[in-house]
Nanobody
Framework: VQLQASGGGLVQPGGSLRLSCAVSGRTVRYLGWFRQAPGKEREFVTAIKWSGGTTYYADSVKGRFTISRDNAKNTGYLQMNAVKPDDTAVYYC???????????????????WGQGTLVTVSS
């Protein structure tokens, strides 16, 4: 499985940005987004079950970020609204062919990772 993340950039506080994650190789069961700010651990942002669309969110982004996927394009998306300076980080998409629900928010539950895309929230 190969993942290609894109869409990062500079955005003002309160603005919006959409990240994409192109999936190739084979079907994945779960797609997740994680982020890592300078000097911090990589943290869970959101995840989606590819078939069925069940979603999971970190409390810090709930109500502001939305994860989705397009089966025809084999691409996942992270719509980021009302962004804050604390959202500044490198965002990674990750995928798993099989995962137990207790590992949904754990980076060790994902076998495949994209290269990361930088999101900077600043005025």
């Amino acid at each position: 499985v190969q993942l290609q993340a894109s869409g990062g950039g500079l955005v003002q506080p309160g603005g919006s940005l959409r990240l994409s994650c192109a999936v190739s190789g084979r079907t994945v069961r779960y797609l997740g987004w994680f982020r890592q700010a300078p000097g911090k651990e990589r943290e869970f942002v959101t995840a989606i079950k590819w078939s069925g669309g069940t979603t999971y969110y970190a409390d810090s982004v709930k109500g502001r970020f939305t994860i989705s996927r397009d089966n025809a394009k084999n691409t996942g998306y992270l719509q980021m609204n009302a962004v804050k300076p604390d959202d500044t980080a490198v965002y990674y998409c990750a995928a798993s062919g099989t995962i137990i629900l207790s590992m949904i928010r754990d980076k060790d539950g994902y076998s495949y990772w994209g290269q990361g895309t930088l999101v900077t929230v600043s005025s």
